[in-house]
């Protein structure tokens, strides 16, 4: 027996996995996704924010993608969030519409 009792692999159990509960994730249309004209730190310039979307990464960076597609701007997505140049709310409100999100305008 090892010194302090301790033993690798002595049990069935310890060769078992933690199961954490499966997060089922929220679908689209119930999502509270916001759109917001945002000034602030960024030199007086107007970009346009979106929160609350529940997505991974590689969907962030496609969302963004069509996005800027779209609207004909440039963007970046960082921390969860979309932010485009320029205020684009009402063509993102639409575009999210059509992805089959309920986005709300959110600010000014």
């Not at 996704?33 to 602030?40: C, E, F, I, K, M």
């Not at 310039?45 to 440039?74: C, F, M, N, Q, Y």
Request: aromatic share 2%; no cysteine.
């Amino acid at each position: 027996m090892p010194k302090g009792g301790w033993q690798e692999f002595s049990s069935a159990d310890s060769l078992q996995r933690p199961s954490g509960p499966a997060a089922e994730p929220t679908p689209k249309a119930q999502q509270m996704v916001r759109v917001q004209p945002t000034r602030g730190g960024k030199g007086g310039k107007t970009v346009t924010v979106i929160r609350g979307l529940e997505i991974d990464g590689a969907g962030l960076k496609t969302l963004l993608k069509k996005l800027k597609t779209r609207i004909g701007s440039g963007g970046t997505a960082k921390d969860g969030l979309i932010e485009l140049q320029g205020d684009q709310v009402d063509l993102t409100l639409e575009l999210l519409a059509k992805e089959g999100y309920r986005p709300k305008r959110a600010g000014g």
